[in-house]
Nanobody, 123 residues
Framework: VQLQASGGGLVHTGGSLRLSCVAS????????MGWFRQAPGKEREFVSI??????STTVADSVKGRFTVSRDRNTVYLQMNSLKPEDTAVYYC???????????????????WGQGTLVTVSS
């Protein structure tokens, strides 16, 4: 399966962005999808994950209350509000084949990755 992310850009502190990620290819399987991010000099970290059914979500403590993940079939979205400079990073969408509502947050457990989209929040 191929993942195509979009929606990054430059915003001021307190602004909003909406990221999208479209899955194409062998999408007949059920995929858990989500978002990770990597800031310069830091390791890739979990941001938010949503189950294949859309019924379960999890979000990192650092973005809780500000970011919301959702999906529409094979497209996953990340609504980012009240952005802070520390949210600056390359955001990657990821997917793994799973029917489970158990949402793994370790990047190494995700087989499929998009190309990343840069989010820059200026102070």
């Amino acid at each position: 399966v191929q993942l195509q992310a979009s929606g990054g850009g430059l915003v001021h502190t307190g602004g909003s962005l909406r990221l999208s990620c479209v899955a194409s290819g062998h999408t007949s399987n059920t995929y858990v999808m989500g978002w990770f991010r990597q800031a310069p000099g830091k390791e890739r970290e979990f941001v938010s994950i949503i189950s294949g059914s859309g019924g379960s979500t999890t979000v990192a403590d650092s973005v809780k209350g500000r970011f919301t993940v959702s999906r529409d079939r094979n497209t996953v979205y990340l609504q980012m509000n009240s952005l802070k400079p520390e949210d600056t990073a390359v955001y990657y969408c990821a997917a793994r084949i799973s029917r489970s509502e158990l949402l793994l947050t370790i990047p190494e457990r995700y087989r499929y990755w998009g190309q990343g989209t840069l989010v820059t929040v200026s102070s």
